[in-house]
């Protein structure tokens, strides 16, 4: 069974920094791309990043571009984003993604807040 | 990169039909874009009901369908029950970026 658990969400002022993590595990980590994916307090889903299987390749939305860094530890079947310069608007729950045999398994998120 | 766009918001009859739509703003909507819907409720993560525009998995109600129709995705669902009102969202996918739609809040009244 696939199995996603975030972590590392907190409050943080704005300019601070954070880093979330993404503990996988019921698939081959290291063959599937991975997704950052975040939801504002009564907003849409909103995607961030991705990176590919091997790390090699990455990409981020405009909003978050030289802020925030996704990688992956495919040892430790974990997966990572590096946030920031956070600014009040990137409060959000953060999930972590997977599109694997016709489905996007999603974690349970994980809270970032920024505000003074 | 594309807008995706759907409806904001719907409501449908329990017992009724109502069909949400996805669109993009550099064009058609196709197979290539491998639509998914999501399914989400207050306090939980998002549930895939439809993927690859019309295939559905084996928890997806009956009376949720999925296709390709007049360039866009649709989901269309056919006798509304009141567990159905909650956000559902259209994600277009390739190897790439995700594109998510704003997602429609669909009440069931």
């Known amino acids: 069974e696939v199995q996603l658990v975030e972590s590392g969400g907190a409050l943080v002022q704005p300019g601070g920094s954070l880093r979330l993590s993404c503990a996988a595990s019921?698939?081959?980590?290291?063959?599937?791309?991975m997704h950052w994916v975040r939801q504002g307090p009564g907003k849409g889903l909103v995607w961030v990043s991705r990176?590919?299987?091997?790390?090699?390749?990455?990409n981020y939305a405009d909003s978050v571009k030289g802020r925030f860094t996704i990688s992956r530890d495919n040892a430790k079947n974990t997966l990572y984003m590096q946030m920031n310069s956070l600014r009040v608007e990137d409060t959000a729950v953060y999930y972590c993604?997977?599109?694997?045999?016709?489905?996007?398994?999603w974690g349970q998120g994980t809270l970032v807040t920024v505000s003074s | 990169q594309a807008v995706v766009t759907q409806e904001p918001s719907l409501t449908v009859s329990p017992g009724g039909t109502v069909t949400l739509t996805c669109g993009s703003s550099?064009?058609?909507?196709?197979?290539?874009?491998?639509p998914y819907w999501f399914q989400q409720k207050p306090g939980q993560a998002p549930r895939t009901l439809v993927y690859?525009?019309?295939k559905k998995h084996s928890w997806t109600p009956a009376r949720f369908s999925g296709s390709l129709l007049g360039g866009k995705a649709a989901l269309t669902l056919s006798g509304a029950q009141p567990e159905d009102e909650a956000d559902y969202y259209c994600?277009?996918?390739?190897?790439?970026?995700?594109?998510f739609g704003g997602g429609t809040k669909l009440t069931v009244l």
């Open positions: 690859d525009a019309s």
């Open positions: 990176i590919s299987g091997d790390g090699s390749s990455t």
């Open positions: 550099t064009g058609a909507v196709t197979s290539s874009h491998y």
């Open positions: 019921g698939f081959t980590f290291s063959t599937y791309p």
């Open positions: 993604a997977v599109q694997r045999s016709g489905n996007v398994y």
């Open positions: 994600l277009l996918s390739d190897t790439g970026p995700w594109m």
